[in-house]
């Protein structure tokens, strides 16, 4: 558990840090002796200058590497590279400490053009050389630089890195910042039982897809994801696995949606969302089971701040296929362990709403059932101007099957428009004038009748009437 809350006995609490796992991020030469190899726009928060290098061959280069588990290398640069770090926000800490590994291999030792100089830069003030070995020239094999105790708001580390023979390497590793004192932590930043809920599960996905869950912020501070866990149980009720939502600074805002998923592009594939901004991927996200299971939040003191608990039964008795299908909050005023307060995703929203309000939800609505046509003559002729029917509703009960059918003056039925189809608290189903049979239909007057039933045997029936105008092509 220590380490899932960043932190280290003999570094304290880790503010930031860079291992340099992923090889080949940076700048090399070619064999035809001129071009350049870059690949810098890998989403990396650091960053690096070569403009005095001269990387005239295949195996000059200043870049990441795979041995020793990653590092960054430089290797016959024939001038000085410069790495930096991102800006690091360090209000929150008392007395932050730096430290990194310098490297080196080969036999020169020119102090001039063999080096491996370690600076730190505190609120864009000049840079100054780290108190210990932060100038390491020649042969000088291995040594840790660090700088001790550094207050203010901001920090940023700086290495100069010079390598100037073909058989001489410089190497810097494992950087990082921590601090001993505990962060300074906004306590309105915090989530507390109430804040910060599950909202939808999607525990049995499409083949292709992935699992996900829907926090909603209902407060209205915005909270600090670094401090959220994320757990399943198992069989005897204890933590199967406890993720950390973030190990950085970062929020979800007031009265917002987050979508966690291990790859949120694999979910947009099957569903909408008016939220793309709301997805967040977990690495290592906890797995939940097709036929039960339990979703936890905590806080990171492990304190339970809501909890579901779902099983297959728990979707409407009447959906055909469960399949990515997910299970919405129906009131965010109800227990999230309460069966009743979960529901079938609508058909309408393609079964499911990640990033946005659910199509179960029946927090806004205080009036009684709603029905409406818009506009009720529609032209289907493709002229762009009023093509369509539209049959939007407004349910009290996020419960009902919906089966929806057109009949025409006659009575006799054109079109079966929707067939038991979990409709949810809102919505609207699309009638292009088009038949079951495909034909188009005649100008006229038609009747759309809607039947509603829930499985506690609740039957309701609407009619409405719209016509259909102008010369059909």
Not at 96 to 124: H, I, M, P, W
Not at 204 to 227: C, M, Q, T, W
Not at 398 to 417: R, T, W
Request: overall charge negative; aromatic content about 10%.
């Amino acid at each position: 558990m220590l380490s899932i809350l960043l932190t280290n006995e003999s570094c304290g609490t880790i503010i930031w840090e860079e291992n340099f796992n992923t090889p080949d991020l940076g700048v090399w030469g070619d064999e035809d002796g001129e071009s350049l190899h870059i690949n810098l726009d890998q989403g990396e928060n650091w960053s690096i200058n070569y403009d005095d290098c001269s990387l005239t061959a295949e195996n000059d280069y200043v870049k990441t590497v795979s041995t020793s588990g990653g590092r960054f290398e430089a290797l016959d640069c024939d001038g000085e590279a410069i790495w930096y770090s991102p800006w690091i926000n360090i209000s929150k800490y008392l007395d932050v400490n730096c430290e990194l590994t310098a490297r080196e291999t080969g036999s020169g030792a020119n102090s001039a053009n063999k080096y491996l100089k370690a600076y730190f830069q505190l609120d864009d003030r000049e840079e100054v050389l780290f108190e210990v070995n932060g100038l390491n020239e020649g042969n000088w094999g291995e040594a840790v630089a660090s700088q001790m105790l550094l207050e203010g708001d901001s920090l940023r580390i700086v290495v100069r890195l010079n390598s100037s023979y073909a058989n001489d390497k410089v190497i810097l590793d494992a950087v990082r910042l921590w601090s001993d004192q505990p962060e300074v932590i906004d306590p309105n930043q915090l989530a507390e039982a109430g804040d910060l809920l599950i909202n939808e599960v999607l525990f049995d996905p499409y083949p292709g897809g992935v699992d996900f869950v829907e926090l909603v912020n209902r407060s209205e501070k915005a909270i600090r994801l670094d401090h959220l866990l994320l757990a399943s149980r198992n069989d005897d009720g204890s933590f199967k696995k406890v993720v950390p939502l973030s190990s950085q600074e970062s929020f979800i805002e007031p009265q917002s949606y987050l979508v966690l998923s291990e790859n949120h592009e694999q979910v947009l594939v099957f569903y909408e969302s008016r939220c793309p901004e709301c997805f967040l991927n977990l690495d290592d996200m906890p797995a939940f089971n097709n036929d039960l299971g339990q979703v936890v939040l905590l806080n990171d003191s492990l304190e339970i701040l809501d909890e579901m608990h779902y099983t297959n039964k728990m979707h409407h008795s009447l959906l055909v296929d469960e399949e990515g299908v997910s299970l919405e909050r129906i009131s965010l005023d109800e227990a999230g362990t309460e069966p009743s307060n979960w529901a079938s995703a609508s058909a309408s929203v393609r079964f499911a709403t990640p990033g946005y309000e659910n199509s179960m939800s029946r927090e806004n609505y205080e009036t009684t059932d709603q029905i409406s046509l818009e506009p009720k003559s529609f032209s289907p002729n493709d002229d762009g101007y009023n093509d369509y029917l539209s049959i939007s509703y407004q349910f009290e009960n996020p419960n009902y099957v919906a089966n929806l059918k057109i009949f025409n003056s006659h009575g006799q039925p054109v079109c079966e428009l929707v067939k038991n189809e979990p409709a949810g608290s809102e919505g609207e189903w699309i009638w292009t004038g088009e038949q079951s049979d495909g034909k188009k239909s005649r100008l006229g007057l038609y009747v759309v009748l809607l039947e509603l039933h829930d499985q506690n045997g609740t039957v309701k029936q609407y009619k409405k009437a719209c016509s259909i105008t102008d010369r059909l092509e």
